[in-house]
């Protein structure tokens, strides 16, 4: 058990772990997630008993439909954590790839080789998904792994937690290659932050107040995750229905995630023709539409009621059922509003102008520029990484779905027969 440790003992713990992990072979930790994912279905009854007090509390504090849908955990939800383990057991092991060897000054060998991170910290809000997706990921990796989830998930991260551990334990493992902090409080949260004596990187998942707050605080080195004020843009050209269709399902289909869309931008020339019908569909779905000047004036001439936006709307990530809309005059425009007010997650245009196209593509900074694609398809899965992190929104070291690869780093092997530095 880890609920009885310090964060400090967790990470001592962590780093002695990462030295079996680091000799241990393909077939040994493919036989860890194996036992990890039998043990999350044999405590299915002790992880839902601890998922519906949780469930039951956060009801209590009042928490809204989208907090409770990525907090709850149900049978098939449960599957699904299983089987993100199995699959990861058929995806190729990136550990001791090499990368590239060549001969170098004095005719010494050199040779790349992939290696883990080493102890990975990992601090998240309501999903508890993400403990058993995180450590599996890790484990397969060489990693070890330090999960600080959030208080409204407690009792399922620790129920889930425990399942894991003794799955890695039955393979031969070190348990403590995977621990879950057993305060959801802002101390346990700091104190990860700065154990730069264990940690060798934190990775924040959740809402842009999280992120920001590890991303200021931490003396632990970090990769920006998550936070997804994504933009659609729908240029002159666009084919209607494809407008629509790309629009509903990057908003409606799963709205509290980080790639569903927050702020609909139009061109002007499409405020009159395509504005009111994109706005009935939205609203159809349930969607309420805060829009710009421009959109209340039209969706007033279409007979439509519309709510005015905020300044502060255009930087919302709503994570909600609620979309912001702005009029703007041409691709260029669009692209100077994303990089103004977006998150550098996954921007999209629909378009049937390949110079609209191609410059939207080059000049928006986002780790995931679609051209007549829904902004929900930036997930490792989709991508075919076979597992998934993150979605890193910075530039260094991993940028977008963070695969497996994402999880390693390199070091240099180098050879010689006596040579010496001239």
Not at 211 to 221: D, F, G, K, N, S
Request: proline share 3%; net charge negative; aromatic share 4%.
């Amino acid at each position: 058990m880890t609920d009885a440790l310090s964060v400090y003992e967790m990470g001592r713990r962590a780093k002695a772990a990462t030295q079996a992990l680091a000799q241990a072979q393909s077939v040994q930790k493919n036989a860890a997630l194996d036992a990890m994912a039998a043990a999350l279905l044999a405590a299915e009854t002790e992880i839902l008993a601890a998922n519906r007090a949780d469930l039951a509390q956060a009801e209590q504090k009042g928490a809204s439909r989208a907090m409770l849908d990525r907090l709850a955990l149900n049978p098939a939800r449960l599957q699904d954590m299983a089987a993100g383990l199995w699959a990861l057991m058929e995806l190729p092991d990136p550990i001791g790839e090499e990368m590239r060897r060549w001969r170098a000054a004095e005719d010494i060998e050199i040779i790349q080789q992939r290696v883990p991170l080493g102890v990975v910290g990992i601090i998240y809000e309501a999903r508890p998904n993400v403990t058993a997706d995180a450590a599996g990921i890790s484990l397969k990796c060489g990693n070890a792994v330090i999960l600080r989830g959030g208080s409204d998930a407690l009792r399922s991260n620790l129920a889930v937690g425990e399942a894991l551990r003794q799955g890695v334990a039955a393979a031969g493992l070190p348990a403590d290659a995977v621990q879950v902090v057993a305060d959801g409080g802002r101390e346990s949260a700091n104190e990860l932050m700065h154990l730069k004596e264990f940690v060798d990187v934190l990775i924040p998942r959740g809402g842009a107040g999280l992120i920001q707050t590890v991303l200021r605080e931490a003396t632990v080195p970090v990769i920006e995750t998550g936070a997804g004020n994504c933009h659609i843009y729908i240029e002159k050209t666009a084919n209607p229905d494809w407008a629509e269709q790309i629009l509903l399902n990057a908003k409606v289909q799963r709205p509290a995630v980080c790639n569903a869309v927050e702020t609909l931008l139009i061109d002007r020339a499409l405020v009159d023709s395509l504005l009111p019908r994109l706005v009935r569909a939205l609203s159809a779905a349930g969607v309420e539409v805060r829009g710009c000047n421009e959109t209340y004036a039209a969706l007033q001439r279409a007979g439509m009621t519309a709510i005015l936006a905020s300044e502060a709307d255009f930087a919302a990530e709503y994570s909600d059922l609620i979309i912001a809309c702005k009029v703007v005059g041409d691709y260029k425009e669009a692209v100077a509003h994303i990089n103004k007010y977006g998150t550098r997650h996954s921007e999209c245009i629909v378009t049937d102008d390949v110079t609209a196209a191609a410059y939207f593509q080059s000049s928006v900074d986002a780790a995931a520029v679609y051209v007549n694609a829904s902004t929900r398809f930036t997930d490792g899965f989709q991508f075919g990484f076979g597992a998934e992190i993150g979605i890193s929104t910075q530039k260094l070291h991993a940028r977008g779905p963070m695969g497996l690869i994402a999880m390693t780093t390199y070091k240099y092997l180098i050879n010689g027969q006596g040579q010496t530095r001239p």
